[in-house]
């Protein structure tokens, strides 16, 4: 089957584009306790905490896609802060 909003192919049973996001529209059989929206709270673990982020991202990308994108993301700029700030002290160290 093809997704609604980006047409990439996804599986049949599928509740929502793993690309995307979007509900392909079929009654979900989840129960209440597999919800996959926003990351919330659990962002900042991954933004400061980067390999929870990698860790987090992996074990969700099957079953709450939704999720593992935000924690993938997160730790990314997790990473990249941590780039940033370490350049910055090196900046810092040597103009010293």
């Known amino acids: 089957m093809f997704c609604k909003n980006c047409g990439k192919e ?38 400061f905490f980067p390999l929870i982020g990698f860790i987090l991202y992996l074990s969700w990308k099957d079953g709450k896609p939704i999720k593992s994108k935000g924690a993938g993301k997160l730790a990314l700029w997790g990473i990249a802060g941590i780039i940033l700030a370490y350049a910055l002290g090196l900046l810092i160290a040597f103009t010293s």
């Open 10 to 47: 996804i599986s049949d049973q599928a509740d929502v584009c793993i690309h995307c996001g979007v509900s392909t529209g079929k009654v979900s059989s989840v129960s209440s306790g597999q919800f996959d929206g926003p990351i919330g709270g659990l962002g900042i673990l991954c933004f």
